[in-house]
């Protein structure tokens, strides 16, 4: 089974700073799709960043970037140039790629950050 | 109406009532789920609909009850539910399978309470 850990159960950075939320997971498959998600005080979830474990490169979206370490299943996320309405819970989540069970997300406990004035 | 929409987004019930959380989606997507958010737990996966047939079923207990009579909604039946029930429901759709690297769409959440 699948797992995924987010260890800092909160965290604060300054507006305009750079802050790096953590993320393990544990799996044996080879192929697979990890994602963050974002989860505003009393608003919907929506889709920070994917990432495909097969391809190298790192993700980015704007002031979003992720660290993806394979080896070490790893996937980190860098958030640059905080911002206030980054403010929110983040989720990594974990799917194999197209398998059995290729609906489920295995999501982590989530990282609840605040951007300081 | 854009996204996806839940009703209501809030509600309270004894546990002998009855009572059903809709989801509407205008996306045009193909796959509808349920999920259970509470308190320090990583959202936990209930229904998952495609094509309108229930293709996931996380061993949830049967006081929970799911319907999707067409592509655009999703119903989940609640039906004497226990205080541990209590928790942030929310609804979410995709075009495809989150395993072929397709985002889910979340609604807003029914905050439910049971009394």
């Known amino acids: 089974a699948q797992t995924v850990t987010q260890s800092q159960p909160e965290m604060s950075v300054q507006e305009a700073e750079t802050v790096t939320l953590s993320c393990t997971y544990d799996?044996?498959?080879?192929?697979?799709?990890l994602f963050w998600y974002k989860q505003p005080p009393s608003r919907q979830m929506i889709l920070v960043i994917r990432?495909?474990?097969?391809?190298?490169q790192n993700a980015t979206e704007n002031r979003f970037s992720v660290n993806f370490q394979k080896a070490a299943k790893s996937f980190s996320l860098k958030i640059s140039d905080s911002q206030l309405g980054d403010t929110a819970m983040y989720f990594c989540?974990?799917?194999?790629?197209?398998?059995?069970?290729?609906?489920?997300?295995?999501f982590g406990k989530g990282t609840k950050l605040s951007v300081i004035p | 109406e854009t996204g996806v929409t839940q009703t209501p987004r809030h509600l309270v019930m004894g546990m002998t009532n009855k009572k059903s959380l809709k989801c509407e989606q205008h996306?045009?997507?193909?796959?509808m789920y349920w999920y259970k958010q509470s308190a320090k737990k990583p959202l936990e996966l209930m229904f998952v609909?495609?094509?309108?047939?229930?293709?996931e079923n996380n061993s949830v207990p049967s006081r929970f009850s799911p319907e999707c009579p067409n592509s655009s909604h999703l119903f989940l039946h609640l039906h004497t539910l226990q205080p541990e029930d209590s928790a942030l429901y929310l609804c979410?759709?995709?075009?495809?399978?989150?395993?072929?690297?397709?985002?889910?769409?979340f609604g807003p959440g029914t905050r439910l309470t049971v009394l």
């Open positions: 989540a974990f799917i194999p790629y197209s398998g059995a069970g290729s609906y489920q997300l295995t």
């Open positions: 996306l045009g997507h193909n796959a």
């Open positions: 979410a759709s995709s075009q495809d399978r989150a395993g072929v690297g397709d985002e889910q769409f």
């Open positions: 609909y495609s094509l309108e047939e229930r293709v």
């Open positions: 990432q495909e474990a097969y391809k190298q």
């Open positions: 799996t044996s498959e080879s192929n697979y799709y």
